[in-house]
């Protein structure tokens, strides 16, 4: 039999421990342990886990090593075939991993299988996070089957297929142990935000496919750790994501988003700098700083990715523009990705 492991990954969340933990340990099957990684919690997460929760297994870290660093050290302790991955915010009703199961059992060559993913606030809409299943466009934009840009659709079945997409949602995202440790897991350096996409698009480089299961639906509360526009996220997102097309895109690919994307980015900075947000305007050059500080270092993984290759993602990647697509009106997922 397989062994399956829930690991939550938690940091001064206390509060949705109390609020969404309890679904989680009522719908884990028998024999799936959950446990709760703590990064570093300054908050009484650690004492309210060990008094209210004992069937729930607690691993404490000594830092906030961010969502990346924290589930690679966390996950290099725990003993597992899969690894089922979810945000703290998150409430799964009863039957909701059967399915994922089935289909990593069913699949061997599905690396991750992962949940739809429906507001928490709006059980009417899918959540932003996920949705149904993620792709990105020809200049690393991401965008979901039920969500593009910021404009998130109705669920009215629309994307109940189970089908291979480009990336699926850490907030849920269940693994192959096996995969993600010979891959090295997340981008540590990352931090958080993006890594999981990141994470997918190596493991489809790797040879393996990413699959939404949209039979399994669970529900997620969003938004706990930073708005969607703060300046930090601002910052990791570009970063992050300019980080990962260097490393991941084919050299046409790459040469196409060098020129590019610096011209929309800097286009961003200053719509940002119009509206009065400073910090957000300057969280865009830090990115790039960051970015340019780190080409040695990304060069490295880039020819350690291409020199492994056994497969492509490029059928999951829109070649057009969704932010071209979403101004012109276009703004459900419709048929975009066949």
Not at 27 to 41: K, L
Not at 156 to 174: E, I, K, P
Not at 240 to 247: E, G, H, I, T, V
Request: with cysteine.
């Amino acid at each position: 039999m397989a062994v399956a492991k829930i690991v939550i990954l938690n940091w001064n969340g206390v509060e949705h421990l109390r609020r969404f933990l309890p679904s989680v340990v009522a719908a884990a099957p028998e024999g799936v342990g959950v446990i709760v990684a703590d990064n570093g919690s300054t908050d009484d997460s650690v004492a309210v886990l060990a008094a209210e929760f004992p069937s729930v297994s607690v691993l404490c870290m000594d830092a906030n090593y961010g969502f990346a660093g924290g589930y690679n050290r966390a996950l290099e302790g725990i003993e597992a075939d899969y690894y089922l991955l979810l945000n703290s915010d998150i409430e799964t009703p009863a039957g909701w991993l059967e399915p994922i199961l089935d289909c990593l059992e069913r699949n061997p060559d599905v690396a991750v299988a992962a949940p739809k993913l429906i507001s928490y606030a709006d059980r009417t809409e899918f959540e932003y996070a996920g949705a149904s299943g993620g792709f990105i466009d020809y200049l690393g934009y991401p965008f979901c089957r039920g969500r593009i840009l910021r404009r998130v659709e109705k669920d009215r079945g629309q994307y109940d297929d189970q089908r291979d997409v480009f990336w699926v949602s850490g907030a849920a995202f269940c693994c192959r142990a096996d995969v993600f440790r010979a891959l090295g897991g997340f981008d540590g350096d990352f931090f958080a935000h993006m890594e999981e996409i990141d994470l997918c698009w190596r493991m489809q480089l790797a040879g393996y496919r990413v699959r939404i299961v949209p039979q399994s639906t669970v529900y997620h509360l969003g938004g706990g750790t930073l708005q969607t526009d703060s300046p930090t996220k601002v910052f990791y997102n570009h970063r992050n994501n300019l980080a990962m097309l260097y490393k991941c895109t084919s050299p046409a690919q790459r040469l196409f988003v060098a020129v590019a994307r610096p011209v929309l980015d800097m286009l961003a900075a200053l719509s940002y700098l119009a509206q009065g947000r400073r910090d957000n305007f300057r969280a865009v050059f830090r990115a790039y700083r960051d970015f340019i500080r780190w080409h040695g270092a990304l060069s490295r993984k880039r020819r350690a990715i291409r020199e492994n290759r056994k497969g492509s993602a490029s059928e999951n990647i829109y070649r057009g523009s969704v932010v071209l697509r979403y101004l012109l009106g276009r703004r459900t997922f419709g048929s975009m990705m066949r």
